[in-house]
């Protein structure tokens, strides 16, 4: 017996019995227990060093080439009725769910260890936190959960002490594409994950918990679980406002995240709380307070260097993991954009050839506590988590889509966000560069029918007396020759004082049928080099493509019939009206 939860040994029992490890080890989080995995991993190729005098501490895995980003098609939601999983998610009748994945399961780990990781999403001590088990035979998967979550004694501590915690079954399996599924039972709060040892589909606290699960809990308890990230934005004055933003996998949430303010912005300073999880509890002061479930930033490496985002590097030079990264031939991990040095590997661990692609996976990813982190920000383990003054929606859309806007109140704001667009990345198999719709950056992530989650947002809003003002941005507009517009990165800190300035009643706005755009001068440009007429573009609403853009939204939303809320629809007429 390993713990003092029954429930817990009992489910730790089935499991055993039904995939027949050698071993089983339940996992405490120590250095201890860390060193020798990490001993293990090194022995047996999992994990091979890197250079240990500019790197201490940092190893590189090699995924299979056919397993290197989430796998949206093999992704399930398991509900009993087919209707509140939604359009918006794949679907499976549980019991056949169950008798398919458990027929994969069936011995598979046999000649294995069995991993047992008590986690816990969240500050130990909040009562906004929540905890799972996740049991894998991946050791790789452990060491990235003790990144990723508060992970070993104390989460198995609260576990206990509550009783109830969520069940994660993983097995990479064969690592065959053919015999891979990530399953989701709502319902049953379990999550079953087979033949697949990367990200989202293998650290079941991520994606599967942290978004799927807890979304679908946070509409029955009345909070909001979230693809976002979390800043703190300090002034100069030394006031700090928190913003919420969602931006599809892959669209620079990290790179926000960890923003250093240009030059022109002495005294300002941006507070990391989180890159990607944020859940969102309504406070008893009418606001909502947000905590970072996660622990860890399992980041896109490709295109992180000094100039995109040096925090990122600054913390990247210990104690991570890199993997599907190339190398250089002093044995440092390498990428496109991280710096001048040329790689000698790619990712697959072949003699580096440009012919052959890029020498870093553009899914290619880092795995590091967020501690290490220059802009961490203590808040972070603040279990009252921090109020939050915005929420931001984002995409990449290389036209039409203004700098910024800001929505008329937040129920425009759960149109906004609900009528999100966003080029496909490499954060997903399939294809990249595709635009489709992606509410709230959670098409792939939302545990139940967009319908139901968008009516649950606007019943949040409706009972908070001090709800986040609603903002949506786009980084990513192009010019007619293919260029950005928009120099972005630090440069997007100007975006963030003018939604402050908004906040604080200093940015009157200029009303526009889609929302509030930036007054003549109120966006600070100071020692920004932009042509004036760029900037005009930039913040412009043409009416005949968002006439068009409505059209469009207005048919997605219909795709969901009777589930998606009339007031929705009538928002979007009312914005419909505005322009004609
Ligand atoms: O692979 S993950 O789902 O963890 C990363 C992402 O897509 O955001
Ligand atoms: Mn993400």
Redesign the pocket.
């Known amino acids: 017996m390993a713990s003092r939860l029954e429930s817990l040994n009992q489910w730790v029992s089935e499991v055993a019995a039904l995939t027949t490890p050698d071993e089983i080890v339940w996992c405490d989080g120590s250095e201890q227990q860390s060193e020798a995995l990490k001993a293990q991993m090194l022995a047996n190729g999992d994990l091979l060093e890197l250079n240990q005098e500019t790197h201490p501490g940092c190893y590189l895995h090699r995924s299979d080439p056919k397993d290197v980003?989430?796998v949206e098609h093999l992704t399930f939601v398991c509900t009993s009725d087919k209707a509140d999983a939604g359009p918006n998610n794949h679907w499976m009748d549980p019991a056949a769910a169950h008798a398919k994945i458990d027929g994969l399961f069936a011995g598979c780990m046999r000649g294995r260890t069995m991993y047992v990781i008590p986690y816990c999403m969240g500050p130990i001590d909040s009562p906004f936190s929540r905890c799972g088990v996740e049991i894998t035979d991946s050791p790789y998967v452990v060491e990235n959960m003790r990144l990723m979550t508060r992970m070993g004694t104390p989460a198995l501590q609260r576990i206990e002490s509550e009783g109830s915690f969520v069940k994660g079954l993983h097995s990479i399996g064969e690592l065959d594409p053919e015999r891979r599924f990530i399953m989701h039972f709502p319902e049953e709060l379990t999550i079953k994950s087979y033949g697949s040892g990367?990200?989202?589909n293998a650290?079941l606290g991520?994606?599967c918990h942290a978004l799927r699960l807890a979304s679908w809990q946070a509409r029955d308890q009345g909070w909001l679980a979230e693809h976002m990230l979390i800043v703190g934005v300090q002034s100069p004055q030394g006031d700090t406002h928190y913003i919420a933003a969602a931006f599809p996998?892959a669209c620079g949430k990290t790179n926000l995240a960890m923003l250093i303010p240009p030059e022109t912005h002495p005294g300002w300073k941006v507070w990391t709380v989180g890159d990607?999880i944020c859940w969102m509890h309504p406070g008893k002061d009418g606001r909502l307070w947000a905590i970072n479930p996660e622990s860890g930033f399992?980041g896109v490496a490709p295109g992180t260097g000094e100039k995109t985002n040096p925090n990122a590097v600054a913390m990247l030079d210990r104690d991570a993991i890199f993997t599907n990264v190339g190398v250089t031939a002093d044995n440092q991990p390498w990428w496109e954009g991280l710096s001048d040095q040329q790689p000698v590997k790619d990712w697959q661990g072949r003699d580096y050839q440009p012919g052959n692609g890029p020498a870093a996976h553009p899914n290619a990813r880092f795995t590091v506590s967020m501690r290490q982190c220059n802009s961490f920000s203590p808040e972070a383990d603040n279990p009252a988590g921090v109020p939050i003054s915005a929420i931001v929606f984002g995409g990449r859309r290389a036209s039409l889509i203004p700098l910024v806007f800001e929505a008329r109140d937040w129920a425009h704001g759960v149109l906004v966000g609900a009528s999100m667009a966003s080029e496909t990345t490499a954060?997903?198999t399939g294809a990249v560069g595709v635009v489709r719709r992606d509410p709230m950056a959670m098409k792939p992530f939302c545990g139940y029918n967009f319908g139901d989650y968008w009516q649950h947002w606007l019943k949040v809003g409706a009972g908070l007396s001090n709800p986040p003002r609603v903002f949506h941005v786009n980084w990513f507009r192009k010019s007619a020759e293919g260029r950005f517009m928009w120099p972005g990165f630090g440069d997007n800190l100007r975006v963030l004082q003018w939604m402050i300035d908004r906040c604080d009643g200093r940015a009157q706005g200029r009303q526009e049928p889609i929302g509030v755009l930036p007054a003549e001068g109120e966006l600070n440009t100071e020692g920004l080099d932009i042509a004036p007429q760029v900037l005009d573009e930039l913040l412009t609403v043409d009416s005949e493509g968002w006439r068009a853009e409505l059209e469009a939204i207005g048919e997605y939303m219909a795709g969901f019939g009777e589930r998606c809320p009339p007031q929705l629809q009538a928002e979007r007429e009312r914005t419909e009206n505005a322009l004609n």
Do not use: T, V
Request: aromatic fraction near 16%; charge should be positive; proline fraction near 0%.
């Open positions: 980003a989430r990367y990200g989202g650290l991520k994606k996998s990607d399992f954060a997903a």
